[in-house]
């Protein structure tokens, strides 16, 4: 198998540490850094994703992803988060779509942030020149570019922006990821087992790149959902942003 994401990347970076006193100039803590981890984010996690399960997967991205930052300051014991500082995330539109041969992929994942990089047309380009595309989307949905796409994923939050823009042709496409709660499909409801969890970053691209591979396996949404609900409920008992890796 062999799978394309398209979308924005980023460069996910948390620092660790705490903080014992408030600042004598403003009601604020004083951070205290004493770790740091980065690696690449939005799209760039889908794709680490995807190779962690064991596929070969290309990606088209934003060639400035490692200018594009997302700073999470966090507390080393607690793992409450105090600040997280965003910088360059105005990206650029795609212009080279009409390169790609979708024929050489079993399987599209749009990775979509909403930050410029795809507009609803360019959605639409991918999912009239391939017959399987997944959608991970931050945009209003509206039939009229997502009418050729496979499957929707948004989360609940997304879903109550959007509900009203959503025709009954959209909802049968239509995958809602509800957190700890599991995900809605087709009006099933699909749970997870409770966990602690310490991070819910990056849990969707986790979910997303679980479910692209186990259906184009298995051509079974079902089995696909149980799969991709087991990964994302292991990544979330973790810190930081990080691929699903199965143990041996």
């Given at each position: 198998?062999?799978?394309?994401?398209?979308?924005?990347?980023?460069?996910?970076?948390?620092?660790?540490?705490?903080?014992?006193?408030?600042?004598?100039?403003?009601?604020?803590?004083v951070f205290n850094p004493r770790t740091y981890t980065e690696n690449g984010g939005m799209s760039m996690n889908v794709v680490g994703n995807m190779k962690s399960l064991g596929v070969e997967c290309d990606i088209h991205t934003n060639t400035n992803w490692e200018e594009v930052t997302k700073t999470r300051y966090v507390h080393q014991n607690?793992?409450?988060?105090?600040?997280?500082?965003?910088?360059?995330?105005?990206?650029?539109?795609?212009?080279?779509?009409?390169?790609?041969?979708?024929?050489?992929?079993?399987?599209?994942?749009?990775?979509?942030?909403?930050?410029?990089?795809?507009?609803?047309?360019?959605?639409?380009?991918?999912?009239?020149?391939?017959?399987?595309?997944?959608?991970?989307?931050?945009?209003?949905?509206?039939?009229?570019?997502?009418?050729?796409?496979?499957?929707?994923?948004?989360?609940?939050?997304?879903?109550?922006?959007?509900?009203?823009?959503?025709?009954?042709?959209?909802?049968?496409?239509?995958?809602?990821?509800?957190?700890?709660?599991?995900?809605?499909?087709?009006?099933?409801?699909?749970?997870?087992?409770?966990?602690?969890?310490?991070?819910?970053?990056?849990?969707?691209?986790?979910?997303?790149?679980?479910?692209?591979?186990?259906?184009?396996?298995?051509?079974?949404?079902?089995?696909?959902?149980?799969?991709?609900?087991?990964?994302?409920?292991?990544?979330?008992?973790?810190?930081?942003?990080?691929?699903?890796?199965?143990?041996?």
């Open positions: 198998m062999k799978f394309l994401v398209i979308g924005e990347s980023c460069k996910d970076i948390f620092v660790y540490g705490d903080s014992n006193r408030l600042c004598p100039e403003a009601p604020a803590p607690h793992n409450y988060m105090f600040l997280r500082v965003d910088k360059n995330d105005k990206i650029k539109r795609v212009n080279d779509l009409k390169k790609i041969d979708f024929s050489k992929y079993d399987m599209v994942i749009i990775s979509d942030y909403n930050k410029g990089f795809l507009h609803e047309e360019d959605i639409k380009y991918i999912s009239d020149n391939h017959s399987r595309v997944f959608l991970d989307t931050k945009k209003l949905l509206n039939e009229a570019w997502c009418v050729n796409l496979e499957f929707i994923k948004i989360n609940n939050y997304e879903y109550e922006k959007t509900k009203h823009t959503i025709t009954n042709r959209l909802k049968e496409k239509l995958i809602i990821t509800m957190g700890p709660e599991g995900c809605m499909f087709r009006g099933r409801k699909y749970p997870v087992p409770k966990v602690e969890i310490k991070d819910s970053s990056g849990a969707g691209d986790t979910f997303l790149s679980a479910f692209a591979i186990k259906f184009t396996e298995t051509d079974n949404v079902n089995t696909a959902i149980a799969y991709a609900n087991n990964c994302a409920t292991q990544v979330v008992q973790k810190r930081g942003v990080i691929a699903y890796k199965e143990e041996r």
